[in-house]
């Protein structure tokens, strides 16, 4: 027997992150009985973005464009290249106004549980970007988890083999936070990776 519509709603809903199966029947029957031109637009907009949207050919970020108008801008110093996870990722990055550099998208991380490798992250990609003799600095800034850390590990060794100049963002005690409530494993990080103070 096959589902009916509501029921193939809900199920399509359970696909995004944190729905699980109450909140996505929560949701359908909210569209269904409260909000249906709002069901309409989700329904065309997804339809509109699966068609429409690529990766970026230079940084793999998600666009409309063949290049994205990030890596388009001649505004941007080529000769930085920023390795991040996600999307979500490099906008973060871009929300702090101290990068002017450009981008790699990883869309992913290494991890083996998941069945992540190195071929699946289409490294060689990035290897050919860093590489391309403009990039001067490779800033890694994958996410401080063990499979962003592996991450990091993995592209840092597959750079300096070929030459290429590799840092990674530091961590520390976040702004304005105070020592008592910071955990126990960022102090250690800070204090490992304390610097000098330059005299005014």
Do not use: W
């Amino acid at each position: 027997m096959n589902p009916s519509g509501l029921e193939r709603l809900i199920e399509a809903l359970r696909c995004l992150p944190g729905i699980g199966p109450k909140s996505a029947q929560r949701l359908a029957y909210h569209l269904m009985q409260h909000d249906r031109p709002g069901a309409a637009r989700l329904g065309e907009a997804i339809g509109h973005a699966l068609q429409a949207i690529r990766h970026c050919q230079r940084c793999n970020t998600f666009t409309e464009l063949e290049i994205c108008e990030r890596c388009a801008s001649p505004r941007r110093d080529a000769s930085l290249l920023c390795v991040v996870e996600t999307p979500v990722d490099m906008n973060m990055m871009e929300q702090t106004l101290a990068y002017q550099g450009l981008y790699y998208v990883l869309m992913g991380k290494i991890s083996p549980l998941d069945g992540v490798g190195a071929r699946q992250l289409a490294l060689d990609r990035l290897l050919a970007r860093a590489t391309d003799g403009v990039v001067r600095e490779v800033i890694l800034a994958t996410n401080f988890t063990n499979e962003g850390e592996a991450t990091a590990h993995y592209i840092t060794a597959m750079l300096k083999a070929r030459g290429v100049g590799v840092t990674r963002i530091a961590r520390g005690v976040p702004v304005g936070g105070e020592l008592e409530f910071v955990d126990s494993g960022t102090l250690a990080q800070a204090l490992r990776e304390r610097r000098n103070l330059e005299s005014s």
